[in-house]
């Protein structure tokens, strides 16, 4: 048996380098809920098990993942290594750890040498939810049922963010 958990019919793999990534992370989870992106989340770390890391990434595209989204702080190999094992798009996630408020994990993704790209986002939660966001727009390109759900999605989003309850003239909730 594998030593990660698939889900059938998922379209991104999450990945993250510590279970202690996963407070941030289940934003990245619960966004694509939303937009209703099969998807499966896995702890795999880049320096705890690199023939792991390999392994799922290896596999990947045969089993229908079109985007890996990948979480880790510190010296944050994770997303670099994941987009040397496939060719799918990878986008990183950027966490604070111990030191630095992320600064060194932020580095680590976004200065990849050229050739092997990550699709690098925001530190912390606002990345995390992004990067489902930028997953289901890559998905979305071919995928109308996707792109329906993404553009009701924003919709909903730009309604919310005019509302200010108890404020004069806007109407309490
Ligand atoms: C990275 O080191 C993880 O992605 C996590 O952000 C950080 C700390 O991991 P733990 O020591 O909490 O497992 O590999």
Known sequence: ???????????????MGSASDWPV????????????????????????????LEAYCSTAEDRGLQVLICAAGGAAHLAGVA???THLPILGCPMKAWSTEGLDSLL???????????????VGGAGAINAAILATQIIALSDSDV???LLAYRSNQSAA?????GAPGHPSK
């Open 83 to 85: 987009a040397a094992l």
């Open 147 to 149: 792109r329906d759900r």
């Open 161 to 165: 963010t005019f509302e200010l309850p």
């Open 1 to 15: 048996m594998a030593d990660y958990v698939t889900v059938e019919g998922a379209r991104v793999g999450v990945l």
């Open 108 to 122: 680590s993704m976004a200065q990849m040498p050229k050739g092997i790209p990550v699709g690098t986002l925001a």
């Open 25 to 52: 992370m289940e934003k990245t989870s619960a966004t694509l809920e939303k937009l209703g992106i099969v998807h499966e989340c896995n702890v795999i770390s880049a320096h705890r098990a690199p023939r792991r």
